[in-house]
């Protein structure tokens, strides 16, 4: 009993007056339920650092054509894919040092930062009157845009350990939301003066800058959301450098004030030696790869001719088929991820979805011979089983890499996931339409004819995602006991 009385001063939280960690982690305490506030911020910031990834790809052919750089038009799109890309190359080199950053200097102001950065550069992007001002300002837009990586850390850090899959599910959803919404702006609003006449007259400012609209759109999202974030709280503990606090901080997230050998030795830890941090990664970029091959194989396929095995859909019918995959996505994100989570655990539901995923993306094929009305219900169904997988691995892989690293480390552990995510997204489109394409020419083949091929070579990648989310590959982070 007087063993039991000793402990108790240990055991209580201590907590650090200026230390803005700490006012959040006092605020966890004593409200034990969700801030809808802070799911909206996080929702808002991602949803402006991805809205400008997705929203150039329905116009970009048309831009590149006006810049007259082009030889012949068989050459337009040669051209596009280095203005795609150079955004996915600026990220690749700084979301590390972004990271970093977070870790040193806190989320918000990284946050603040990579908003300010679509405000500035995707305005710009948008009056690029030349081929290389629009790759320079999509490539520092890129660049200078590191908030996707702290952002999650941040989702983990701002909720209760029983919400975290909530905060998390909320960056995938708007993620997932702006890869939709993105694309519609740019489609709907790009050329407005051909599109909307008695709005938009001829030879004004819209003509002289055709794809400014939709930049526009999303640059003034961002600025009010700059706007917003001043108020939001910062989540990293800050006691003015001394070692002592900064143990008692990494020692708040999970109720002790006590720093065993165990948990200095992981404090002090390389995040390349952390294995189980680093199998997630390798599994990510795996899921990553595929899912951005598919998105690019889904949207070709769609719009194929029957004769080459696709659907013969309009970009109109596309673009209907990802709204409703679309909207499906953030309502199942934002209600029943975190309870199904919570019953099977991160790893255990990956596996789970990824299993189904396999004779799901197989049937597409077969789905194609439908026609009509039974076509359009049953491919939007697909479409939304196939989402909801994609992000339920994903947000469970995010799950596992911010729970397997402590909280000084967050900022730079989630800085290499963005970096080698990134990289896997950059050959991802390519690899998929060169498979699609090459599919299509051997639609008489004796062995999986047509788009069957594209479809089983999509599963080839997502069974070994599956088989790298088992042990020995996959590992799990050591739990530490008080003695």
């Given at each position: 009993?007087?063993?039991?009385?000793?402990?108790e001063?240990?055991?209580e939280?201590?907590?650090f007056k200026?230390?803005?960690?700490?006012?959040?982690?006092?605020?966890k305490?004593?409200n034990q339920?969700?801030?809808i506030?802070?799911?909206?911020v996080?929702w808002m910031?991602v949803?402006?650092?991805?809205?400008?990834a997705?929203?150039?790809f329905p116009?970009?052919y048309f831009?590149?054509?006006?810049?007259?750089?082009?030889k012949?038009?068989?050459?337009?799109?040669?051209?596009?894919?280095?203005?795609?890309?150079?955004?996915?190359?600026?990220?690749t080199?700084?979301?590390v040092?972004?990271?970093?950053?977070?870790?040193?200097?806190?989320?918000?102001?990284v946050m603040?930062?990579?908003?300010?950065?679509v405000v500035?550069?995707?305005?710009?992007?948008?009056l690029?009157?030349?081929?290389w001002m629009?790759?320079i300002?999509?490539?520092?837009?890129g660049?200078?845009?590191?908030?996707?990586?702290?952002v999650?850390?941040y989702?983990?850090?701002?909720?209760?350990e029983?919400?975290?899959?909530?905060?998390?599910?909320?960056?995938?959803?708007a993620w997932?939301?702006?890869l939709?919404?993105?694309p519609?702006?740019?489609?709907?609003?790009a050329?407005?003066?051909?599109?909307y006449?008695?709005?938009?007259?001829?030879?004004?400012?819209?003509?002289?800058f055709?794809?400014?609209?939709?930049?526009?759109?999303i640059?003034?999202?961002?600025?009010?959301v700059?706007?917003g974030?001043?108020?939001?709280?910062?989540?990293?503990?800050n006691?003015n450098g001394?070692?002592?606090s900064k143990d008692?901080?990494?020692?708040?997230?999970?109720g002790?004030?006590?720093?065993?050998?165990?948990?200095?030795?992981?404090?002090?830890?390389n995040?390349?030696?952390?294995?189980?941090?680093?199998?997630s990664?390798?599994v990510?970029c795996?899921?990553?790869?595929?899912?951005?091959?598919?998105?690019?194989?889904?949207?070709?396929w769609?719009?194929s001719?029957?004769?080459?095995?696709?659907l013969?859909?309009?970009?109109?019918?596309?673009?209907?088929?990802?709204?409703i995959?679309g909207?499906?996505l953030?309502?199942?994100?934002l209600?029943?991820?975190?309870y199904?989570?919570?019953?099977?655990g991160?790893?255990g539901?990956?596996?789970i979805?990824?299993?189904?995923?396999?004779?799901?993306l197989?049937s597409y094929?077969?789905?194609?011979?439908?026609?009509?009305?039974?076509?359009?219900?049953?491919?939007?169904?697909?479409?939304?089983?196939r989402?909801?997988?994609?992000?339920?691995i994903?947000t469970?892989l995010?799950?596992?890499q911010?729970?397997?690293?402590?909280q000084?480390?967050?900022?730079a552990?989630?800085?290499?996931?963005?970096?080698?995510?990134?990289?896997?997204?950059?050959?991802?489109?390519?690899a998929?339409g060169?498979?699609?394409?090459?599919?299509?020419?051997r639609?008489d083949?004796?062995?999986?004819?047509?788009?069957?091929?594209?479809?089983?070579?999509l599963n080839l990648v997502?069974?070994?995602?599956?088989?790298m989310?088992?042990?020995?590959?996959?590992?799990?982070k050591?739990?530490?006991h008080?003695v």
């Amino acid at each position: 009993m007087e063993e039991d009385h000793m402990r108790e001063p240990l055991l209580e939280k201590q907590y650090f007056k200026d230390c803005p960690g700490c006012k959040v982690e006092q605020a966890k305490e004593l409200n034990q339920g969700v801030s809808i506030t802070n799911l909206l911020v996080i929702w808002m910031v991602v949803l402006c650092s991805t809205l400008p990834a997705a929203s150039l790809f329905p116009f970009l052919y048309f831009m590149v054509k006006d810049f007259n750089i082009a030889k012949s038009e068989a050459d337009i799109s040669y051209y596009a894919g280095y203005v795609g890309s150079s955004f996915m190359l600026g990220r690749t080199l700084t979301s590390v040092l972004w990271g970093i950053v977070s870790d040193r200097y806190g989320r918000k102001p990284v946050m603040i930062i990579g908003t300010i950065t679509v405000v500035i550069f995707n305005t710009l992007f948008g009056l690029s009157t030349s081929f290389w001002m629009a790759v320079i300002t999509r490539f520092l837009l890129g660049c200078l845009n590191g908030a996707i990586g702290p952002v999650k850390a941040y989702a983990t850090e701002l909720f209760r350990e029983e919400h975290q899959a909530l905060g998390l599910s909320t960056v995938s959803a708007a993620w997932g939301t702006g890869l939709i919404i993105g694309p519609a702006l740019g489609g709907y609003l790009a050329q407005p003066v051909e599109k909307y006449p008695n709005i938009f007259p001829k030879d004004s400012f819209w003509d002289k800058f055709p794809y400014f609209l939709p930049c526009f759109i999303i640059s003034g999202l961002a600025f009010l959301v700059v706007i917003g974030c001043i108020w939001i709280p910062e989540t990293l503990h800050n006691h003015n450098g001394s070692n002592e606090s900064k143990d008692d901080a990494e020692t708040l997230e999970n109720g002790s004030n006590m720093v065993d050998k165990e948990k200095t030795v992981q404090k002090n830890e390389n995040l390349f030696m952390n294995w189980p941090f680093m199998s997630s990664i390798i599994v990510y970029c795996v899921f990553s790869l595929h899912d951005i091959a598919y998105q690019e194989v889904f949207s070709l396929w769609a719009v194929s001719p029957s004769r080459l095995g696709g659907l013969s859909f309009t970009t109109d019918d596309v673009g209907n088929v990802l709204s409703i995959s679309g909207l499906a996505l953030v309502i199942y994100q934002l209600t029943l991820y975190q309870y199904i989570e919570k019953v099977f655990g991160p790893v255990g539901i990956a596996r789970i979805t990824g299993f189904f995923s396999i004779p799901l993306l197989q049937s597409y094929p077969f789905i194609a011979m439908l026609s009509g009305i039974t076509l359009y219900i049953v491919i939007s169904i697909a479409s939304i089983m196939r989402n909801i997988i994609a992000v339920t691995i994903t947000t469970s892989l995010f799950l596992i890499q911010n729970q397997a690293v402590e909280q000084r480390q967050r900022g730079a552990a989630n800085g290499i996931c963005m970096t080698a995510m990134s990289f896997f997204k950059a050959i991802g489109p390519a690899a998929g339409g060169t498979i699609l394409t090459w599919s299509q020419k051997r639609m008489d083949a004796s062995f999986l004819p047509g788009t069957q091929m594209v479809f089983f070579s999509l599963n080839l990648v997502e069974g070994v995602g599956i088989l790298m989310m088992f042990k020995p590959f996959l590992g799990e982070k050591k739990k530490t006991h008080l003695v």
